[in-house]
């Protein structure tokens, strides 16, 4: 068996007292690579052994802070940037709104740095190969004895020296602590290869069914599958086999009232114009005019039309015998069709009827004014303007 | 019974050695468990199976196998979501507060506690979900950036509801965590066993009891308890958000966010004394539990008992004194409307009983307080349940006014709970040490230096 290599030398102490005294001792002898092991912090020690304060707080500080900065400016781009939306009436930055979150983010951070940083970082944990696992002085601090170990790479370190200082201060069980052995390491070892395909088998198996299984489930189905009747669908109810049924012989379609005088050549009661002549209705007047009158009409109503011969012209909106008209023979023509025109009643509904007839009033109106009634207008636009 | 109380009592009772404060404390993990403990935990089994049978049925048939509908849309889901919350808030009180305050006999009860802590928070938890009909959609709670482009409302006191209970659970399970280090340096120390010395040299990272460690340790514990004693006042804070930021009569009051948190430390310390007396009879640690431990939370709950019954008069106050019609009619409708019953049993329980710890030898007979905190833990449980279904039962709309009944799913779910609780507990007993034996040899007697550190 090769030499063990020598990790350090340790003592036990009885009492707190005396491992404060000790330890008082071994620092004023200029020691510098020496632990004290307790089974729990003993006051003074930290004065005794000359540590300087834990600079821990620093690390809570900066990541509580980040912590902070970080739960408001993300909660500010979500908020105001990413996606604004006003809520209850708040501004999108909604300070105190966002306070409870930003402090438990804090409070977060700030914990897990300190706790992850202390084990990982001051203390580097996990270390279960430390060379003091194991040892009865280990089992002998853990429990309720106070221990110094002085270790070997301290540049003072003087085996023979250390013994007799930790004799002259009544230490009980001086001993040696050697580095464990290196275990040797096969990973070709049958047992961890078994185990090694049984985790590959393990984790295969549950990611192919969380992948094509799991995800896919539809966890509880009573919502969507209803006992009712979906459209399109084939019925084993009705003799002819379809879902859908025809409405009533007689119904009546929310805003299609059947026209009363279809088939007639005029309405038997003059109809009025239920809409009054605003710019909106002219508007829409003008654009279902030309969209759906104009091809044959032409835009002004000159009977002009853009379909090339391809269907006979009709006659000028503007002749006497129309511009004469009542609203009501317009409205019944467009309904009824007339000739070669077919019914509207279909492509407009009845409100956009009355507006296009408005526009066509208007159409008139412009094509067929007197001098007169050019120069008020003028007058009145050239005075609107002056104002 | 006369008790000197001018000077500070011992936190440890006899002359028990620092070698026997491990013996005692790891003897329940040494030996294997008993009739007696088999029997306990078929009992919690048998009340958790219930709760899992009542959630199946509530998960096969949605939300409607409960009780609650228009106009009590909130009942036993937020009850006992606010009941179990409360629960955990004294272990970290007792673990956080007490050690700022320098409180040495907290360390015999501390760890217990903070594991009651973390399984409440657990039952806690349990609630939220479940309260949705669709718990595989609860990862809708969380903001993370999804195919919808849309994140949480970091406004809406449910969503900080969300952050405050996980850090909450997060960071008393770290703490308690940090605490039983040493201890799992100990008990990997002193076991005989293969198996276990590796699951406690896992879990003890290592740990070498070095005072390098401990300098590192003491500061890194002094900050947690920093940070949770804001914390535990927070997450009530924010859970009587939940109420006091609608605008229901009887929930939109300013007094909430510290009456709550009264509440919950009253209702916390009542529950950590049931278990306690039950704890330091069964595991023989009447000498680190002692009676004066008991008497001292008894102290604590007759205090934070009274400041719930100062706010209940506030309450009432407040109802007068604002002119509001509403808010009045609430608060006549909460104590001599139909839930009139539960009512008086809240304040029967909270105000009236505890009253009795005002004698020394109430305060230390161990069967009359136990029945004062069990009375305790019935009467928050009605606290939170007279907030929310009395506050909704009859609201702006009389037409619509309505009685909320519990049916059989909505009590089996919350004995389900209880039934996790202790389940729980007893596994706890039976797996890590229930008292912190580095804390509590630490504050034995003559197991400090003297006052000159050793340099006589």
């Known amino acids: 068996m090769s030499e063990k290599k020598l990790f350090g030398l340790s003592a036990i102490f009885a009492s707190p007292d005396a491992v404060i005294h000790a330890v008082k001792k071994v620092e004023e002898a200029g020691y510098k690579n020496y632990d004290v092991h307790t089974p729990y912090p003993l006051h003074g020690m930290d004065a005794a052994m000359k540590l300087k304060p834990s600079k821990l707080g620093y690390v809570t500080l900066s990541f509580g802070l980040s912590g902070a900065a970080f739960a408001l400016l993300f909660m500010y781009w979500a908020m105001s940037k990413d996606y604004p939306m006003i809520i209850g009436g708040k501004p999108f930055f909604a300070l105190p709104a966002f306070i409870p979150i930003t402090f438990e983010l804090t409070v977060l951070f700030a914990t897990l740095a300190t706790v992850i940083g202390m084990l990982a970082v001051y203390f580097k944990f996990p270390s279960n190969n430390h060379p003091l696992h194991d040892t009865p002085y280990m089992k002998a601090v853990s429990a309720d004895k106070f221990g110094i170990c002085i270790e070997a790479d301290d540049k003072l370190f003087d085996i023979e020296k250390i013994k007799n200082l930790f004799k002259e201060l009544h230490a009980q069980n001086i001993s040696e602590i050697y580095f464990p052995a290196p275990e040797p390491v096969n990973i070709f070892e049958p047992k961890f290869l078994t185990l090694l395909a049984l985790v590959a088998l393990l984790t295969s198996a549950a990611t192919y069914v969380t992948l094509n299984k799991v995800i896919y489930a539809q966890p509880f189905t009573w919502m969507m599958n209803q006992p009712k009747v979906n459209v399109q669908t084939k019925s084993a109810f009705y003799a002819d086999g379809f879902s859908m049924r025809k409405p009533v012989e007689g119904t009546v379609a929310r805003g299609f009232i059947p026209y009363e005088y279809k088939g007639l050549a005029a309405p038997v009661v003059p109809l009025s114009n239920p809409l009054l002549p605003t710019a909106s209705t002219l508007d829409l007047g003008k654009k279902r005019f030309l969209t759906f009158c104009s091809p044959c009409h032409g835009n002004l109503g000159d009977g002009d039309s853009r379909l090339r011969g391809q269907f006979p012209n009709p006659p000028s909106l503007h002749s006497e015998k129309v511009r004469t008209w009542q609203d009501g023979n317009i409205y019944h023509v467009i309904t009824n069709g007339q000739n070669v025109m077919p019914s509207y009643a279909s492509q407009l509904s009845r409100d956009e009827r009355w507006a296009v007839i408005h526009y066509i009033r208007a159409l008139q109106k412009a094509k067929n004014a007197s001098p007169s009634e050019i120069v008020t207008a003028k007058k009145e636009s050239s005075a609107n303007v002056a104002k | ?456």
Request: hydrophobic residues 50%.
């Open chain 2, 1 to 456: 019974m006369n008790i000197d109380y001018s000077q500070e009592l011992p936190v440890i009772e006899g002359r028990i050695t620092l070698a026997d404060i491990d013996r005692l404390i790891a003897k329940p993990l040494d030996e294997k468990p008993d009739k007696k403990f088999f029997i306990a935990l078929s009992i919690t089994l048998t009340l958790l199976m219930i709760g899992v049978i009542s959630v199946t049925i509530l998960f096969a048939f949605g939300t409607g196998v409960w009780g609650l509908n228009q106009p009590v849309g909130w009942a036993f889901d937020i009850t006992n979501f606010v009941f179990w919350v409360g629960i955990g808030h004294a272990g970290t009180l007792i673990s956080a507060v007490l050690y700022l305050l320098r409180q040495k006999w907290r360390t015999g009860i501390a760890r217990f506690a903070e594991a009651m802590t973390i399984f409440a928070v657990m039952c806690a938890g349990i609630f939220p979900i479940i309260h949705t009909g669709r718990p595989w959609l609860a990862g809708y709670l969380v903001p993370y950036p999804n195919q919808h482009g849309l994140w949480v409302n970091f406004t809406s006191p449910l969503v900080w509801d969300v952050f405050a209970v996980s850090t909450y659970f997060t960071v008393s399970l770290v703490f308690w965590y940090v605490g039983l280090i040493p201890d799992f340096g100990v008990l990997r120390d002193r076991t005989v066993s293969k198996l276990k010395k590796s699951i406690y040299s896992i879990f003890s990272l290592g740990w070498r009891n070095s005072h390098r460690n401990w300098q590192h340790y003491e500061k890194a514990y002094m900050l947690l308890a920093g940070f949770a004693t804001p914390l535990v006042l927070s997450v009530h804070t924010i859970v009587s958000f939940d109420f006091a930021v609608s605008i229901i009569p009887g929930w939109h009051t300013t007094i909430f966010p510290p009456y709550f948190v009264a509440g919950a430390i009253f209702s916390g310390f009542a529950m950590v004394v049931t278990v306690l007396i039950f704890v330091r009879k069964v595991f023989d640690l009447q000498e680190i539990i002692t009676l004066n431990h008991l008497e001292k939370m008894n102290k604590i709950i007759l205090l934070t008992g009274t400041m719930v019954g100062y706010a209940y008069g506030m309450e009432f106050f407040i109802a007068w004194y604002s002119g509001n019609p509403f808010e009045q009619f609430v608060f006549i409708n909460r104590a001599f409307g139909p839930y009139a019953w539960a009512y008086w049993i809240m304040v029967s329980c909270n105000v009236f009983i505890p009253q009795l710890f005002w004698i020394k030898k109430v305060r230390r007979t161990i069967p009359i307080m136990l029945v004062i905190v069990i009375f305790v833990n019935v009467g928050m449980w009605f606290e939170r349940f007279v907030i929310t279904v009395t506050s909704l039962h009859r609201d702006f709309l009389p037409s619509s006014w309505g009685y909320f009944t519990p049916t059989l799913v909505d009590l089996g779910v919350l004995i389900g709970s209880f039934g996790l609780f202790f389940t729980l507990v007893l596994i706890f007993t039976k797996t890590l040490p229930v008292v912190a034996m580095s804390e509590i040899k630490a504050v034995a007697e003559g197991a400090q230096p003297s006052h000159h550190g050793g340099n006589h």
